[in-house]
């Protein structure tokens, strides 16, 4: 059964830090790219960060660039998102998700809200 797991939400102050968490299990991890997602009250949802299967590259979105870190340890089958100088606009639903050549997977999401 496939399953990702996100975890490490909350509630943080702005100019905090955040890490999630993805715990991905019945499927090769290695072999999957690996994104994130966040979909904010109204919004749609926004492709924020990826990371490739094979040499591990990364892209971001601008909205995050700079702030952001994705990662992965595929010993684990964990994939990471360091979250920094965080905005009240980076509240969201934040969503993992995993691609291969012929399927897709999402996670449930974890809260993340940026409030003083």
């Known amino acids: 059964q496939v399953q990702l797991v996100e975890s490490g939400g909350g509630l943080v102050q702005p100019g905090g830090s955040l890490r999630l968490f993805c715990a991905a299990s019945g499927f090769t991890f290695s072999r999957y790219t690996m994104r994130w997602y966040r979909q904010a009250p109204g919004k749609e949802r926004e492709l924020i960060a990826t990371?490739?299967?094979?040499?591990?590259?990364?892209t971001y979105a601008d909205s995050v660039k700079g702030r952001f870190a994705i990662s992965r340890d595929n010993g684990k089958n964990t994939v990471y998102l360091q979250m920094n100088s965080l905005k009240p606009e980076d509240t969201a639903v934040y969503y993992c998700?995993?691609?291969?050549?012929?399927?897709?997977?999402w996670g449930q999401g974890t809260q993340v809200t940026v409030s003083s």
């Open positions: 998700s995993a691609a291969g050549p012929a399927t897709f997977y």
């Open positions: 990371i490739s299967s094979t040499s591990g590259s990364t």
